[in-house]
């Protein structure tokens, strides 16, 4: 670092550095510094809220020393940076996060009991950064989290939407939206006036000769926005390697309004300009797996695209290096078919701008991108109007003509006598109207295309992407099988159960090398470890028992079996299924003599996640659940045999509540239609059991923990077809227990006979598209495993502890490594200082 300070500044840099605070002394004179200066209050009315202010400025002040050192670094040793392109980042909060990254939260803990609080209220005070829907955008946080620690070279690139995921509210026992402004207090984030990017939309294309004769496309006209720089730094844990995320911020091109047609008395369309500019990063698409074609949208992919790579290309052009050297620098991976407008805008910046030949400029592109893939679900696979690209970017739309073109042309060269072939990878769909298809353009245009978990990168070489084997060979085509971060998702989420750990294998590494984990095996038979372990999850249970009776008024005992399914609310991951298992367990309950429900097992089955606005059976399913909660948790003759409990407004913060306190976690979607799934993951590694479906990594993580430790059942993958086809052309009679579901249900237990009827008909008449009534059997006897199961204590808690001891393989480090091993070639930059 030091070297790349010019001489006069390098003695007063050393004479003068900052530090940042160590003893719990400093951290107090820093958050009083805090609350006096930056937030000009006296420490006479310093409540939560300052407090917590003051603490993540004293704590981002140390961010930004290591923020400042890391970026100098990866500057002046120029070495290859990887670019992680997502449109989605759900980061949740950052202050328990830093805190635990730069080892002083027991620091800080000390100092603010000092000043009267109490660490978790004040972390408690901070809003989630919800910039994402689900899976995909949480595993971009798990992912900067990973390079950060590791030392990579990295940046994330994402948009600053001024309103993240809509927060859930659940009235008469119904989801209704409520915007998420997150704004109006961020210290994690820092607006870089200075560095903005003008975008480009509309406009034509205008063929001109260059000095050589040559002809070029011009591309004039149009409107333009502004994109503004926010920077977040993203530290690593127990490393000094800070990272960063740049978030995209529009704006208009005129500043604040345009003076001209302000001063020429035109002061309203200068203000509609301004708020037509803003509009591009003001919300997130609440839709998770669907897209639905809007214009809005997709001009948030190219205003960020375009920003992005301007940086991106910016940064390479201060290196002086030759264009072909732009791979060896340059990794870009795409976080499914979002960004693939970056393909075609660097293929533009290259021969438009630049002036490279067509073939140069397309090997520095190819080189350069990896795709992600997420889902098989056609519904989720991004295609979009010709009409409307030609309209929003007419010179892509070219080049997008260009590379079908060369590519079709390649196709025909190795199957000259297949000419269907060519209209099924051709980058535009002929249908009416044209399309085109994000997948192909982002295989075509990427060296290699991965999977998420083992079964999702099979099927879609099997599937979909056939074809395209054909073409490239298996070699284009990988699977790095998804993880999580276990620094947040153990050490933040489960203290306890990350320090009885500690304490067994002698220090925190396995923080940073989770295979670690399988040295607690050796412990399974020790009688005192077996008896923490078992008291950590009842305080976590008794924990998170404490929050549903704040928020929902229930009470649940928390010697019950946990048992809970919080994700995004779909059809195809089968809440319907558990909800139509919760009642038949509530019939067989209400057939018993007092004296058999005596013998039974207690349980509390718990549900969260948000349905997307639009999706109306969704929200009929969350609806459901809240009426057979209404019912069964007021019906004295069940007490505390069973609870049904919707928890409102599921996010990352709740689930780190959530995670450690489950024994066991439903992950039952339809055998191949669940890509990987992740917080199975976060479940079995704060040590819950899983009941689930052959889908996904819940083959991986059964293959990991062994078949005894986990409960699988339904219909595999491979049968999926058969049974659907059989369903619609065959004679298709309902699973006898769930016809008994349907008719209590019809009979109006649960209040609205009316609304339930459409989840009944997408069964019974509508061709059980998701299997519900072909795994019910399985599902409920498979249920019953998991009760005489639990009633075993002792194994119990076996079964738990050699699960988690199984679990390194799921570590975020593992994928990221995978990544830069197999698809990046990058290389950590370790900090020495
Ligand atoms: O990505 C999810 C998959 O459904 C999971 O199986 C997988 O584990 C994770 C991470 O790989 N996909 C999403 O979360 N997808 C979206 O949220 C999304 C958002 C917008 C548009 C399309 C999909």
Redesign the pocket.
């Known amino acids: 670092v030091e070297a790349s300070i010019p001489e006069p500044q390098r003695e007063a840099w050393k004479r003068s550095q900052t530090s940042a605070f160590k003893s719990s002394d400093e951290f107090e004179k820093e958050v009083v510094r805090h609350v006096e200066t930056s937030l000009a209050r006296s420490m006479f009315n310093c409540d939560e809220k300052a407090a917590y202010s003051a603490t993540s400025l004293a704590f981002r002040d140390h961010l930004i020393l290591d923020w400042n050192k890391t970026q100098q670094r990866q500057t002046y040793r120029d070495s290859k940076r990887v670019y992680y392109l997502s449109?989605?980042f759900l980061m949740g909060r950052a202050l328990d996060n830093a805190m635990l990254n730069v080892g002083l939260k027991d620091t800080a803990k000390a100092g603010l009991a000092d000043l009267g609080f109490r660490i978790e209220d004040i972390i408690g005070q901070e809003h989630d950064a919800a910039l994402?829907?689900?899976?995909?955008?949480?595993?971009a946080a798990c992912f900067l989290d990973s390079l950060a620690s590791l030392d990579f070279p990295a940046w994330g690139y994402g948009l600053r939407y001024r309103y993240g995921i809509f927060k859930q509210e659940i009235i008469d026992g119904y989801q209704v939206e409520v915007p998420d402004y997150w704004l109006d207090f961020n210290p994690w984030e820092f607006p870089r006036h200075d560095v903005t990017v003008d975008v480009q939309f509309f406009g034509s294309v205008k063929k001109v000769p260059n000095e050589q004769g040559k002809s070029v496309a011009v591309w004039e006209g149009g409107e333009i926005v502004v994109a503004v720089a926010y920077d977040v730094p993203i530290p690593g844990y127990d490393t000094p390697t800070t990272n960063n995320l740049r978030l995209w911020s529009s704006k208009a091109s005129g500043g604040e309004f345009d003076f001209q047609k302000f001063n020429s008395g035109d002061y309203e369309s200068s203000v509609a300009e301004q708020q037509r500019a803003e509009t591009i990063s003001n919300v997130l698409?609440p839709?998770?797996?669907?897209?639905r074609g809007k214009e809005l949208r997709l001009k948030q992919q190219y205003f960020w695209v375009a920003a992005s790579l301007y940086d991106i290309v910016r940064r390479f052009k201060k290196s002086k290096r030759a264009w072909r050297e732009f791979p060896e620098q340059v990794a870009i991976q795409l976080n499914?078919t979002?960004p693939t407008l970056a393909i075609v805008e660097l293929q533009r910046i290259l021969i438009d701008i630049e002036g490279l030949d067509w073939d140069l400029a397309w090997e520095i592109v190819t080189g350069t991108f990896g795709y992600?893939n997420?889902?098989v679900?056609p519904e989720?696979l991004?295609k979009w109007p010709v009409g409307l690209v030609q309209h929003l970017l007419p010179r892509h739309l070219q080049i997008i003509y260009d590379i079908n073109l060369f590519f079709l042309q390649s196709v025909e060269k190795q199957f000259p006598d297949d000419r269907d072939i060519l209209t099924r990878v051709s980058i535009i769909e002929e249908s009416q109207p044209k399309m085109v298809r994000m997948a192909h353009l982002a295989i075509v245009g990427s060296h290699k295309v991965n999977g998420?978990?083992e079964l999702?990168s099979d099927l879609i070489k099997t599937t979909i992407f056939k074809d395209f084997v054909e073409i490239y060979g298996p070699d284009r085509f990988t699977n790095v099988t998804?993880g999580i971060t276990p620094r947040r998702w153990l050490h933040q989420a489960n203290p306890r159960l990350s320090e009885l750990i500690a304490s067994k294998l002698g220090s925190h590494e396995f923080l940073k090398d989770l295979s670690q984990l399988n040295k607690l095996e050796l412990l399974v038979q020790d009688k005192e470890f077996k008896k923490e372990w078992a008291e950590i999850k009842f305080a976590n249970k008794v924990r998170l028992a404490k929050y549903i009776k704040e928020t929902t008024g229930v009470n649940v005992n928390p010697s019950a079996l946990f048992d809970v399914q919080v994700k995004?609310i779909h059809e195809y991951k089968r809440q319907q299924l558990n909800i139509f298992g919760v009642i038949h367990r509530y019939l067989t309950l209400k057939a018993m003599t007092p004296a058999e429900r005596k013998k039974q097992l207690p349980r509390v089955s718990i549900f969260g996640g948000k349905a997307a606005p639009g999706y109306w059976m969704a929200k009929q399913i969350i609806h459901l659940i809240n009426a057979v909660g209404s019912v069964v948790n007021n019906d004295e003759d069940i007490g505390d045999l069973l609870k049904v409990i919707f928890l409102e407004d599921y996010n990352v913060s709740k689930a780190e509540i959530i995670c450690p306190a489950s024994d066991i976690s439903e992950h039952i979607?339809t055998a191949g239609t669940?890509?990987?799934?992740?917080s199975n993951m976060k479940f079995v590694l704060n040590g819950g059991l899983i009941i689930g479906t052959c889908d996904?990594?819940n083959i991986e993580i059964t293959r990991e923990v062994g078949e005894n430790n986990i409960f699988l059942f339904g219909n595999l993958a491979e049968d999926v077809e058969d049974l659907r086809h059989a369903h619609t052309y065959g004679s298709h009679t309902i699973d006898p227990d769930l016809a008994k579901v349907f008719e209590e249900i019809q009979k109006g237990t649960f209040g609205s006979v009316h609304d339930f009827s459409a989840m009944i008909a997408a069964v019974k008449d509508h061709g059980d598209y998701y299997l519900v009534s072909d795994d019910f059997h399985s599902y409920i006897e498979t249920h019953t495993l998991v009760d005489e199961a639990y009633r075993n204590q002792e194994e119990w808690v076996v079964k738990s502890i050699t699960a988690v001891a199984r679990m390194g393989f799921f570590s975020s480090d593992r994928c990221i490594y995978e990544y830069a091993d197999g698809i990046w070639n990058v290389e950590p930059l370790p900090r020495r200082d």
Do not use: I, K
Request: aromatic share 2%; no cysteine; glycine share 16%.
């Open positions: 449109l989605e994402g829907n689900g899976g995909l955008g949480r595993l698409y839709n998770d797996n669907l897209e499914d979002h992600t997420h889902t679900l989720a991004e998420v978990a999702h998804n995004r979607s669940e890509a990987s799934g992740t996904g990594a």
